[in-house]
């Protein structure tokens, strides 16, 4: 007998061979699959009314519930688990019930990371990150996402560029670049045997690990890290605290900062290598909380959108942790290291934004990007903030595909206070003709904006 089960002849739900199937392609399937289970024998008119007051709310649970998973996919949230469980249960306990400004270091080792896939000094192109969206609205969150350990830091084909930079850098204004407390002089020296252990097991081709140190195979630089401890008398303990955050910052491309919890609960920035800050002066910020921190920024909606929140961050993150974020500007100069257009980096000057030329050439418009990532380490407790800078002529982004119209819609979503924060009245009008054209041109060319979300995941 011919079954009505082997009339079927669309394939199972969720076995398209690429695995992106969109709803509607979905609900397709759904209605295709349905149709073809029908049974041949008629039903009578009370039979098809049950039979579809039946259907039409499963397929609305479905499709519901389809979207639900996958706006839950997108949620950047600390993991509920450890990436690595390795702390043992009373560890875990210890970090709910410690006092404030305490710390019981922790047995965590950080897993030993696969050699980055094929990294090549020459090939290897940094990361594209595009961390705007499209408006109506800008939303201030924290917008974290889990960085796996292996992520921590990020090297790639200008790594020249940036180590010549920062030895320049060290060689002119050490002192105002790299800064340790007391407090934060041993774990100073942790975070840089972190890097030590790191690094030449994630790119092989550019550091190895020697008997008391590293070494850099392309610039043949050679540290010696074996007799640096972090501790002793005040003054030796941040002569070595500095010497650790210098080796650090000359073996990647990333400014580092450790923050520290005190026994008033907040945490304090007590050490930095900030080498490429662009518009913040390490010494003015130096010992500042972490509220301080941005307040005296003037960071947009902090008290209100982000405070709690960071608060929470720093006091629950566990050494199996790590968590990253991405942010923009735009820079209407092309210096790296400090953006001069808006003031001088020395002395207690302002710096502002009424300081910088109006409506300059697009020519002069940078896009200004930084990949931040924190981790708690585990001996001292001391929480790592690194900040890598990624740098570009604006006319560069704008000739891949929907960055110019995406970027444009995400400055005019800006609002008063982040606009003001941002500097957009500098460059607004010179910047904003530029990327409607740019994208006026890709729309010309067959650009289709409906299958923008497939080409991308945020932050890229
Ligand atoms: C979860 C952690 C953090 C979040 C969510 C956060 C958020 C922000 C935001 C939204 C801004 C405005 C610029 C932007 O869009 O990025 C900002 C600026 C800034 N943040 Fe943070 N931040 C965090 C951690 C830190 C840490 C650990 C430091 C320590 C140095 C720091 C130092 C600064 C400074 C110096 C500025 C510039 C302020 C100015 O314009 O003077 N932030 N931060």
């Not at 010549?164 to 800064?179: N, V």
């Not at 840089?192 to 790191?198: K, M």
């Not at 050490?271 to 910020?285: H, N």
């Not at 109006?358 to 585990?378: D, G, I, M, W």
């Amino acid at each position: 007998m011919d079954s009505p089960l082997t009339n079927r002849t669309t394939a199972p739900l969720g076995s398209s061979a690429s695995g992106a199937v969109d709803t509607s392609t979905k609900l397709d399937q759904l209605l295709d699959t349905l149709h073809a289970y029908r049974p041949t024998f008629k039903l009578t008119p009370q039979q098809n009314l049950l039979f579809i007051a039946f259907l039409f709310p499963s397929i609305l649970l479905y499709l519901i519930n389809n979207r639900y998973q996958k706006s839950k996919q997108k949620q950047p949230s600390l993991p509920s688990k450890p990436t690595t469980a390795t702390s043992t249960a009373s560890e875990k306990q210890s970090l709910r019930d410690r006092a404030p400004g305490t710390w019981r270091p922790s047995s965590y080792l950080f897993p030993k990371p696969p050699s980055y896939p094929s990294w090549s000094f020459e090939n290897t192109k940094p990361l594209p990150y595009r961390p705007f969206r499209y408006g109506p609205i800008y939303h201030t969150t924290m917008g974290l996402r889990t960085i796996k350990p292996e992520d921590w830091i990020e090297l790639d084909n200008q790594y020249a560029k940036y180590h010549g930079t920062k030895a320049f850098r060290i060689a002119e204004r050490r002192d105002k670049c790299i800064m340790v407390a007391p407090e934060a002089a041993a774990a100073s020296v942790e975070l840089l045997q972190e890097l030590v252990a790191y690094l030449p097991e994630r790119y092989p081709t550019l550091f190895k690990r020697t008997e008391r140190g590293i070494e850099n195979l392309w610039s043949g630089e050679s540290f010696d890290v074996s007799s640096l401890t972090g501790t002793g008398p005040e003054e030796e303990a941040v002569e070595q605290g500095c010497k650790a955050m210098e080796i650090a910052a000359r073996l990647i491309q990333d400014d580092l900062i450790l923050m520290i919890e005190r026994a008033d609960n907040q945490y304090y920035l007590l050490a930095g290598a900030a080498l490429l800050p662009g518009f913040w002066r390490l010494t003015q910020k130096f010992g500042m909380s972490l509220a301080e921190l941005h307040t005296s920024g003037d960071v947009p909606q902090y008290k209100e959108k982000l405070h709690k929140g960071m608060y929470n961050l720093f006091r629950r993150l566990k050494p199996e942790q790590m968590v990253g974020r991405n942010n923009y500007f735009i820079q209407v100069d092309d210096s790296l290291a400090w953006s001069w257009s808006i003031g001088p980096e020395d002395g207690d000057g302002e710096i502002s934004w009424s300081m910088a030329e109006k409506n300059k050439a697009v020519e002069h418009h940078y896009f200004r990007s930084e990949r931040q990532t924190l981790r708690r380490l585990p001996k001292t407790g001391a929480v790592c903030f690194t900040i890598r800078t990624y740098f570009e002529p604006i006319k560069a982004i704008s000739e891949e595909e929907y960055a110019p119209g995406r970027l444009a819609s995400a400055i005019r979503s800006w609002g008063n206070h982040v606009a003001k924060y941002k500097g957009m009245e500098r460059y607004g009008e010179v910047l904003l003709e530029f990327l409607d054209k740019k994208h006026q041109e890709q729309v010309d060319r067959g650009l289709d904006l409906s299958r923008e979300d497939e080409c991308r995941a945020y932050p890229f």
